[in-house]
């Protein structure tokens, strides 16, 4: 059994998340970085008794559409899935439900699902410190076990997510971040970008049509140059803050079968 971690994850906080999981396997692992949308080398790598982790985060409580796309061109080969959304502390709405379709019709068979608080990518302020101490002893328990009962041989049987069809309607943000002063043109924004929306030529520009403010640009800009506008910023805020204020706890899907 090999353990394959699939991550789309712009600044960081998916990613931590699935390696809380992912260090408590002790065997074999092999990384995919959706965020780099050719999966060609996948193709036909995933055997049956192998297990996928498929972590994204929640954008508008959905999967975002390059992560997606990415997954939907993965042979799953009836691997097992763990299933990880991590959200900024408001809600994941259709994004667990909308990752089970996408999992099951690449030929994944999904066996539990997670849905994880990270600190918000844009709005800082909530779910900050995210995955903390709690969340992290709370992740390293579940891996431990669905990884314990794997090697015993126990079987999953089907479960279900919260979600609903048709998946709640995403049209992006119309918020981008936008290089400033700071910027010395050194590329590092464009080779993150997943969605090819800053210039190779010229990083100062963004397409904004393309951009899916994903906020990779602006944390692997180490001149701290790219930023969304503040007034924008703080008015999206301010509407976010009951919603996001309250503390939101991981939750935790499957159906255990003898
Ligand atoms: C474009 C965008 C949309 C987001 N939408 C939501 C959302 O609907 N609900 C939520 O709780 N968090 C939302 N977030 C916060 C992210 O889900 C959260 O910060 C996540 O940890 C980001 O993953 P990353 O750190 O791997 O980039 C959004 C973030 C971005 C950038």
């Known amino acids: 059994m090999k353990l394959y971690e699939m991550v789309?994850?712009?600044?960081?906080?998916?990613?931590?998340?699935?390696?809380?999981?992912?260090?408590?396997?002790q065997g074999e692992k092999r990384t995919f970085d959706l965020m780099k949308m050719d999966l060609s080398d996948c193709k036909d790598e995933i055997m049956s008794d192998d297990i996928c982790l498929i972590a994204v985060p929640s954008f508008g409580g959905r999967v975002p559409v390059p992560a997606a796309e990415s997954l939907k061109k993965v042979k799953g080969n009836h691997a097992k899935a763990v299933l990880i959304t991590v959200f900024g502390n408001r809600a994941y709405d259709d994004t667990l439900l909308e990752l089970k379709d996408i999992a099951e019709a690449s030929g994944f068979v999904c066996i539990a699902a997670i849905a994880a608080i990270a600190e918000h990518s844009i709005m800082h302020q909530f779910g900050t410190g995210r995955p903390d101490k709690q969340d992290q002893e709370e992740l390293k328990k579940y891996a431990a076990q669905i990884f314990?009962?794997?090697?015993?041989?126990?079987?999953?049987?089907?479960?279900?997510?919260?979600?609903k069809r048709p998946y709640r309607e995403y049209k992006g943000l119309p918020l981008h971040p936008k290089a400033g002063k700071l910027c010395n043109e050194c590329g590092a924004c464009v080779s993150v970008c997943p969605v090819g929306a800053i210039s190779k030529e010229n990083p100062k520009v963004t397409d904004n049509e393309t951009c899916i403010t994903c906020m990779g640009c602006v944390a692997v800009c180490s001149k701290h140059a790219r930023k969304l506008n503040p007034i924008l910023l703080a008015v999206a805020s301010n509407k976010m803050k009951k919603v996001c204020s309250n503390r939101k706890e991981n939750e935790i899907y499957d159906k255990w079968e003898g």
């Open 148 to 163: 314990q009962m794997l090697s015993e041989g126990h079987t999953f049987g089907a479960f279900v997510v919260p979600g």
């Open 8 to 25: 789309f994850s712009p600044t960081g906080g998916t990613k931590k998340v699935c390696d809380i999981f992912s260090n408590e396997f």
